[in-house]
Every structure is written in C-alpha cells, then in structure tokens.
C-alpha cells in the first residue's frame, strides 16, 4: 500500500507526493526501499510491486489530483534502487532520465539505455522537478527537488535517496563512498532551506537541518575514533576497526571495515593520516 495518506493536509500543502515501500533486499533497516512518486517523477523504483502499480495507476486516472508519471530516475544506481526501471519504462512509457556523467553506470545497473540524461541544477525531462548534486554515498548520487518559493505549492521537498535517514545513519564505504563529498552534501542539503526530506530508507524527515547537522555529527565523531585508533599505534585497517568501534560487529564487519577505508581516504588526502595508508588499503581492495 502506499504509505502517504492522499487526505494529509501536509501532503496537499506540498508537491504532490507519493511514498511506496517497495520490499528489495538490502542492508538498510526494514528490508525496504522508498520509490517516490514526486509531481511527475517516479524515483528509485526498486522492484514491481502490487503497491507501487496502483500507485502508478491512481496517478494515471481521469480524477487524479495529481500529475500522471512523465519521467523515471534514481538517485543513484544502487542494486537496491533500480531494479524496476525497465519494467516501469515499459508499462508507462515514461521518459528514462540518467545523471549526465554517470550514464553508462546508470545502464550497467537498470538494464536499459536512459533517454536523457540530467545534470545537477537542471529539470528532470518534462517535469518541474530539480535536479540535485549530492554525491559522497555514492559518486553518481543525485536528489530531487520539488516545491518551493515561486511554485504553486510553496513547500520544498528533497527525494534525498541515501543521503540521510530519520534513524540510525548512511553507510559511506570505500572503495565508491566519499566522505569529504558526503560531509558538504549535507552542508548543503541542511543550507537549503527544505521544508521535508524523503529519504531512500524509512520515514519522511519533517526537519531537513536537524537531520542532517545529526548524520554530520555522527560522522566526524566516528572520524574522532579513527584518528584515536591511528594515534593509539593501529598499523592496518583490523586493528583501526577495532580501535574505533566498541560495538559488536558480527554480521556488519565487512561494512565496518568499508567505512573505517574511507575515514582513513579522507584523512590521507587532507593529509591528517600518513600517506603508506594508500597502499594498506589498496591491498585490501580498497583503491
């Protein structure tokens, strides 16, 4: 079923909003991802469902109050965010919008050739929606924008994808995820100005600034660990891991690893770790 109530007078304040949990797997808490429908946009449609169908199909009545599906994107070409692309390219004919610079990832990942492509700032094909740069989770990672000053609806929406969550925290993991990128698109994202964040995993955020001041918090506390661990003597990344988390990691270690690489990328290249960390992670794949 999908998940936002039609009748939600904050919904009708705002750009018209459909929100699906679409069951896929992946490592994100609930075992679900969001494939929104944002005025005209279907975004991150991970796998056909019944719910996401009708969804599409309300869209596309006589009496619907809100526009029919015009274009199809994701934020970033994640297993867990594309895998329905073609199937809804097929079933509405809508127009396949990839990031410019990234295209040939975007086709690699969906199964199917974009018929356009977007770059950050630009309108995703024939619809109002923006799109935004937000790389750092993944290097093509984009997040789309709706509403605002100057439009009918006024409020602001941000589809963020995996750029934040209401709960918990998004994994960064060399060899892809950037920190640096990541640290300055929540800057951004929290400068801006939305009124509502829809993230990729869970919940709506209904204070964009909070949400992402937290999830920045978050990340320069673990970086805090990771230098601790560096100071402290850790000569490879186990023994970093180790210093930085007192959690147990039985299940996540291997993402745990993932991450700690690309706190320790980031320091190297703001030099605040020691350059023979390149060749440490390189030799365990991480380069």
Do not use: Q
């Amino acid at each position: 079923m999908p998940v936002d109530d039609p009748e939600d007078p904050d919904r009708l304040e705002g750009p018209a909003v459909t929100r699906v949990e679409v069951p896929v797997d992946t490592r994100a808490p609930g075992g679900t991802t969001n494939a929104h429908l944002l005025d005209g946009l279907l975004a991150d449609p991970a796998a056909r469902t019944d719910a996401l169908d009708a969804a599409l199909a309300e869209r596309g009545s006589e009496d619907a109050d809100a526009p029919s599906v015009e274009a199809i994107a994701v934020t970033h070409a994640h297993p867990d965010h594309v895998g329905a692309v073609a199937d809804y390219a097929a079933l509405t004919d809508a127009t396949v919008v990839a990031r410019d610079d990234h295209a040939d990832r975007f086709a690699a990942a969906a199964g199917v050739e974009p018929d356009e492509t977007v770059a950050p700032g630009e309108t995703v094909a024939d619809t109002a929606v923006r799109a935004v740069d937000t790389p750092g989770h993944a290097p093509d990672h984009l997040a789309f924008a709706a509403g605002g000053p100057g439009t009918e609806s006024g409020r602001s929406v941000l589809c963020c994808g995996d750029l934040a969550v209401a709960e918990g925290s998004v994994a960064v993991a060399a060899p892809e995820g950037d920190l640096a990128a990541y640290l300055a698109s929540l800057e951004r994202v929290r400068d801006a100005g939305y009124d509502r964040l829809l993230p990729g995993h869970g919940p709506p955020i209904d204070d964009p600034p909070a949400a992402c001041e937290r999830l920045i918090d978050h990340r320069l506390d673990r970086e805090r660990d990771v230098i601790a661990a560096l100071d402290g003597g850790a000569s490879d990344l186990d023994a970093v891991v180790d210093g930085a988390y007192e959690k147990d990691l039985s299940g996540v270690r291997d993402l745990a690893l993932a991450t700690v690489a690309a706190h320790v990328e980031k320091l190297v290249a703001e030099g605040r770790a020691d350059e023979a960390w390149r060749a440490r992670l390189a030799d365990r794949g991480f380069d």
